[in-house]
Antibody, heavy 121, light 112 residues
Framework: VQLQESGPGLVKPSQTLSLTCSVS??????????WTWIRQRPGEGLECIGY???????YYNPSLKSRVMMSVDTSKNQFSLKVTSVIAADTAVYYC??????????????WGQGTLVTVSS | QSVLTQPPSVSGAPGQRVTISCTGS?????????VHWYQHLPGTAPKLLIY???NRPSGVPDRFSGSRSGTSASLAITGLQAEDEADYYC????????????FGGGTRLTVL
């Protein structure tokens, strides 16, 4: 399975950041996985933005919940992220990843290569 | 500030053994959630190194091993190699955040 992020590398403040993750070698309709967005701001660690199933059960990081929306397009085998009202602090490398569901908490594998999104006017 | 605490940096000479700790609490590691470890080289995709505390995915050398005890977990790397120089992150879940995903703050491993 391979994942690849795509989307604009530059977004103006107050606008909406939109990214897509294309999945190859596997299906977004698998019930064994959730589809995830993770980011890394400059000089910081990894932060899970949220994850969702193909049936659109979602979980969003409480710190971002009011500005985040995720969706899955099973016909295109893709899933997407939108972050509204972006600010400079949303500048980060954004990764998509597959989350394997486990009773005691799952793991992320594989990951996309990541895409840098800069918020600037 | 991350709820999973890792040392910012560790170092070792080639061939040596290093360990990276991941300290949590009763609401995450202590609540019996699994701990997973990732290796991240700048500019590349993070790589799953250890899953469910002690398991290595196919292709990960047995120089890498994981363990846990109480509210902490550890990653050990033996026979240190130059290519091991990277950032390492632990990951788990937390009851207090409705089971949300947690990452440790990351540890930069320097091979001297």
């Amino acid at each position: 399975v391979q994942l690849q992020e795509s989307g604009p590398g530059l977004v103006k403040p107050s606008q909406t950041l939109s990214l897509t993750c294309s999945v190859s070698g596997g299906s977004t309709t698998s019930a064994a996985y959730y589809w995830t967005w993770i980011r890394q701001r400059p000089g910081e660690g990894l932060e899970c933005i949220g994850y969702m199933s193909y049936s659109e059960t979602t979980y969003y990081n409480p710190s971002l919940k009011s500005r985040v929306m995720m969706s899955v397009d099973t016909s295109k085998n893709q899933f997407s992220l939108k972050v509204t009202s972006v600010i400079a602090a949303d500048t980060a490398v954004y990764y998509c990843a597959r989350l394997t569901i486990q009773p005691r908490g799952g793991w992320f594998d594989p990951w996309g290569q990541g895409t840098l999104v800069t918020v600037s006017s | 500030q991350s709820v999973l605490t890792q040392p910012p940096s560790v170092s070792g000479a080639p061939g040596q053994r290093v360990t990276i700790s991941c300290t949590g609490s009763s609401s995450n590691i202590g609540a019996d959630y699994d701990v997973h470890w990732y290796q991240h080289l700048p500019g590349t995709a993070p790589k799953l190194l250890i899953y469910a505390d002690t398991n290595r995915p196919s292709g990960v050398p047995d120089r890498f091993s994981g363990s846990r005890s109480g509210t902490s977990a550890s990653l050990a790397i033996t026979g240190l190699q130059a290519e091991d120089e990277a950032d390492y992150y632990c990951q788990s879940y937390d009851n207090s955040l409705n089971g949300h995903v947690l990452f440790g703050g990351g540890t930069r491993l320097t091979v001297l």
